[in-house]
């Protein structure tokens, strides 16, 4: 039984206007810890009386936080940034407990992501510039002003990083935000903004609410909400943008995909096998970005998957408090039902279970890391988002082949490539239908970088300068410097 409960324990179901605030007669909503099965904590879904609360509190303190400096709007996002890495880990336990995913990972990839992204907007708050022109004597000039209040919608893989890199650069702009984590895992964000405000944010400014998607619609058609950023499915996605665009308000959608990584005949094998590892079994496969379709040149299917197979037959599965563990459980039973179906799926369509394949015999959500292969591109497999720690390996033979195969989906988050051959890189990266690319990487992603998605993968980008974009919007200033002349 895990009963160690870390110091960083969120004291109450929701943060707004400053503290943490309970409400029991919302419905509960048990917290589970993903490798036992056992509930941990409960928090409650956000009442209407808790979202005016926080809707009323945002809309109050934005005013002033977008006429402060953003020199002082970035010093405190930076203190927050040391206060995070501080307590890091402490935040990474409650990240595992939260997530299920192993401690090993969480120290390096969850919370110090978020300090990241706080430290860079922090920087960046101090160079919100517009730009001016000349018109003759007269001229323009252009100004970013905040939106107003921003609403955060989070998906269950990275509940810290995901509130961080919505909240940074919406605070580093101006705007106040109000977050609803998913409802699978409520905890961390609320410790974000528990640390935003013991580093000085004002009151109101970074509120965290509980629900399921009725509490996330709800805000999304708020006439006070200026903007949503969901971080989420294709299908909520559609249906989150669809709603905010039906009042106008702004969105940046981070969505799932079904990415390519292709391997030429001429790749570092060792790195390629470990991009392939990265980009699959990271957090247990639950990670948007991952190359889930692994197009490996014929000449070295064989060696590729030798190599691979041994190399994911020595993950040290187990618990994941323990740091030597390197892979967890999935996050929620429901996820662990999906991804068994798709490999029910899968085995009925023909795919042979180079590795894995099975549910591990264990309390929680447990399933082994798995790579299928003898697949063809029309296979459910290849086609559907499955998040889990399913690898699809294909072959290929021909450059061109290759490229139409990996673009051959309605997603288009990510993509990847190994080869020695530069100007093959290049070219070949040109014609990906990708969002985000890596050459002979995977899944890196610095906060001064742009990361986001085309097609049904989503609108708009989280992450470096152009992050602030998305949360201004450009007010022009004509300046007139002569007579006006009229007609008449
Ligand atoms: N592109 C990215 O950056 C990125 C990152 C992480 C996860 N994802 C994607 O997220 C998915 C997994 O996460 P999930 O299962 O939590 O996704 P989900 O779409 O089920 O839920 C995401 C969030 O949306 C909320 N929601 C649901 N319906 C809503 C509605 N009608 N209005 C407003 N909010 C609503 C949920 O409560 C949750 O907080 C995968 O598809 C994955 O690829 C994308
Ligand atoms: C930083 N990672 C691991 C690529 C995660 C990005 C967000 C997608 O789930």
Excluded at 20 to 26: A, L
Excluded at 151 to 177: D, E, F, H, R, S
Excluded at 342 to 351: K, P, Q, S, V
Excluded at 411 to 437: E, I, K, M, P, Y
Aim: with cysteine.
């Amino acid at each position: 039984m895990m009963t160690d409960f870390p110091n960083a324990r969120p004291t109450a179901s929701h943060f707004i206007d400053g503290t943490y605030v309970e409400d029991t007669t919302g419905a509960p909503i048990p917290v589970i810890y993903p490798a036992t099965g056992e509930t941990i904590a409960t928090v409650h879904a956000a009442t209407p009386e808790i979202l005016e609360r926080a809707l009323a509190s945002a809309t109050r303190a934005q005013r002033d936080w977008a006429a402060m400096d953003g020199t002082s709007r970035g010093r405190i996002l930076r203190r927050a940034a040391d206060i995070i890495r501080e307590r890091n880990h402490e935040l990474s336990v409650l990240e595992t407990l939260d997530t299920g995913k192993p401690l090993q990972e969480t120290l390096v990839a969850d919370a110090t992501s978020g300090a990241d992204a706080l430290e860079y907007f922090g920087g960046l708050a101090a160079d919100l510039t517009g730009t001016s022109m000349q018109f003759g004597g007269d001229w323009a000039y252009t100004i970013p002003r905040p939106l107003g209040v921003c609403v955060g919608i989070g998906a269950w893989n990275y509940p810290t990083q995901i509130a961080c890199w919505k909240g940074a650069p919406a605070l580093a702009t101006g705007n106040a935000m109000i977050f609803k984590p998913s409802e699978s895992t409520p905890l961390c964000a609320l410790k974000v903004a528990e640390i935003l405000h013991e580093a000085g944010l004002p009151a109101g400014l970074f509120n965290v609410v509980q629900g399921m998607g009725d509490v996330g619609a709800a805000l999304t058609t708020d006439a006070r909400v200026a903007k949503v950023s969901l971080t989420g499915s294709v299908p909520t996605g559609k249906k989150v943008a669809a709603a905010a665009s039906a009042q106008m308000k702004q969105v940046t959608m981070e969505l799932g995909g079904k990415s390519p990584i292709l391997i030429f005949e001429d790749a570092d094998i060792d790195d390629a096998v470990s991009g392939a590892i990265n980009g699959n079994f990271y957090s247990s496969g639950q990670v948007c970005s991952n190359g889930t379709r692994v197009f490996v040149h014929q000449s070295i299917v064989q060696e590729f998957l030798e190599r691979l197979k041994s190399r994911v037959e020595t993950a040290v599965i187990g618990d994941p408090l323990d740091e030597a563990t390197n892979f967890g459980p999935m996050t929620t039973q429901a996820q662990l039902d999906i991804v068994l179906r798709h490999l029910d799926t899968a085995r009925a369509e023909g795919a042979t279970v180079v590795t894995g394949g099975i549910r591990i015999d264990r309390e929680g959500f447990w399933i082994a890391p798995t790579v299928l292969s003898d697949l063809t591109d029309d296979m459910t497999c290849v086609r559907e988002e499955i998040f889990g720690p399913v690898m699809s390996v294909l072959t290929f033979t021909d450059e061109d082949e290759v490229i139409a195969r990996a673009n051959d989906t309605e997603f288009g988050l990510s993509a990847g490539l190994f080869t020695r051959d530069l100007t093959r890189a290049h070219r070949v990266v040109a014609q990906l239908q990708a969002g985000t690319c890596w050459i002979n990487q995977y899944n890196l992603t610095p906060p001064g970088m742009p990361f986001g998605g085309s097609r049904a993968s989503g609108i708009g980008r989280e992450n470096a300068r152009m992050a602030m974009d998305h949360f201004t919007e450009v007010q022009t200033v004509y300046v007139g410097m002569s007579p006006v002349e009229a007609a008449y």
